[in-house]
């Protein structure tokens, strides 16, 4: 029996895969939800079995945003003290394991984020981004404003983020947005052969290559580039560094061992 309401969640191989739920309200995230997505994430995150996670929604949608019934009647002081929305945001940022967004259907404001937060997004051809909440009288709160930016350029951005318009799979594409785009048919084996592919390898490597990566997009270039020298000679410490480059020069496969 699952214990979550507004999820799904199951494992295949070393991979887990996490379901959003609510498909009558196009996954609006809640608080409720939220709540849920953070506690199945931690449990991937502390599982030795789990090498990988796949966050994925409905096929028309991903997420529609932040749930705006429930956000409607909200003060200042409300969401200023974290009682509600902000509250359980920041999980995801604090899971070591890749995951990878397979989004299919509308992935906008809070859903956008979400599928941002992620370490990169697969899309099928139906999906569509945007950060529309300029049309609510409010602007992003989880991160549209900062990773947007990054991941797609200043000009384009800025065009999303004020006009509230949606972007297609393929503009997504082209703009750096999203790392492939597949037919929707194809949506949910692609992610899983990439998560599969990604925890086939040596965990303590992957995790080392989204710590360094992260990097990239949260401080200095020369930080960036001092951080990526110590985890890269740290790496030589590793069983896994051994048997991988052992296997190349042997010619067959490496057996990673995590360690
Ligand atoms: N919240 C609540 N309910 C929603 C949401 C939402 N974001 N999106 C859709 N729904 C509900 C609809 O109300 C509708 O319910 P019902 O059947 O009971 O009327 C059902 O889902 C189906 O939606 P539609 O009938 O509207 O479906 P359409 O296919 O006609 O349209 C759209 C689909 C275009 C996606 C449309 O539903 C839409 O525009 N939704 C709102 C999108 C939006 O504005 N998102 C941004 C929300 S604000 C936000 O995300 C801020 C994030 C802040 C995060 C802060 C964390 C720290």
């Known amino acids: 029996s699952q214990p979550y309401e507004l999820i799904l969640v199951r494992s295949e191989g070393r991979v887990g895969l ?59 002081a409300d969401v200023y003290k974290g009682d509600y929305i902000t509250r359980n945001w920041e999980t995801m940022r604090s899971i070591r394991k890749p995951i990878i967004a397979a989004v299919s259907g509308f992935a906008l404001g809070g859903g956008c984020e979400l599928a941002m937060m992620c370490d990169f997004i697969i899309a099928a051809d139906n999906a569509k981004f945007g950060q529309p909440e300029i049309k609510l009288g409010i602007i992003p709160g989880a991160g549209g404003t900062q990773r947007l930016p990054r991941a797609v350029g200043k000009s384009k951005a800025m065009d999303l983020v004020l006009t509230g318009r949606m972007m297609d799979a393929s503009e997504a594409e082209r703009a750096g947005l999203v790392s492939r785009v597949v037919p929707l048919d194809k949506l949910q084996d692609e992610a899983l052969a990439a998560a599969l592919t990604i925890a086939g390898y040596s965990q303590i490597a992957v995790m080392a290559a989204k710590e360094a990566v992260n990097k990239a997009f949260e401080g200095s270039l020369a930080d960036g580039m001092a951080f990526e020298r110590r985890l890269f000679h740290a790496l030589f410490a590793t069983a896994d560094q051994k048997e991988g480059m052992a296997a190349f020069v042997e010619k067959r496969p490496a057996q990673f061992r995590h360690q």
Do not use: H, W
């Open 18 to 76: 996490i379901t959003l739920n609510r498909p009558k309200q196009l996954n609006a995230l809640n608080d409720a939800l939220m709540d849920e997505l953070g506690a199945a994430l931690k449990a991937f995150d502390a599982d030795a079995g789990i090498g990988c996670i796949v966050l994925t929604g409905s096929e028309k949608a991903f997420a529609a945003g932040a749930d705006i019934g429930a956000m409607a009647s909200y003060s200042f």
